[in-house]
């Protein structure tokens, strides 16, 4: 009789043996995540990070030109919603951001830049929980906001 364990072993190292054949991690992917990691953790080491879920992505026109892509991210927790729509012309590297906090809220909102230049750009939600950032380069970015109560809200690194 053979052993369950050693078969499933067996499984999973032919499982990784077709992962890397047929769809390797891209490289500088692991050096990234370790950057924006440690970049997060020196910018505010007591940030609690919310969920991120994919709501949708897909290639559409976005401005006038073509080449452009969009995505909807949703973060979640402690109940507050972050809905963030991003569209980007890959011709221009350019970005819109659309936001709203649900439920509805207004406050400062900060867009930090991981890596590169370290930029941060700065905004309002109005009180109906929406805002805006409607020029940005491309790049990794985290979304904080700053609730009516001191209560803070960050995401996780996404790319745009």
């Not at 053979?2 to 078969?7: G, M, S």
């Not at 805002?131 to 906001?145: A, I, K």
């Amino acid at each position: 009789m053979t052993d369950p364990h050693l078969q499933d072993e067996q499984l999973f190292a032919e499982v990784r043996r077709a992962t890397d054949a047929i769809d390797p991690v891209p490289d500088g992917m692991v050096e990234r995540m370790v950057a924006v990691t440690r970049d997060i953790a020196d910018h505010d080491p007591d940030l609690e990070l919310q969920m991120l879920l994919v709501v949708e992505r897909f290639a559409e026109l976005v401005g006038t030109r073509g080449g452009a892509r969009s995505y909807t991210l949703r973060f979640g927790g402690e109940g507050i919603d972050l809905l963030v729509r991003v569209g980007v012309s890959e011709e221009e590297g350019r970005a819109r951001l659309d936001g709203w906090v649900v439920p509805a809220a207004s406050g400062p909102v900060q867009i930090h830049e991981v890596g590169g230049d370290g930029r941060t750009f700065e905004g309002m939600a109005a009180d109906t929980g929406r805002f805006e950032f409607p020029d940005l380069p491309t790049g990794f970015y985290r979304v904080s906001l700053k609730l009516a109560d001191e209560q803070t809200f960050g995401t996780p690194a996404f790319e745009i």
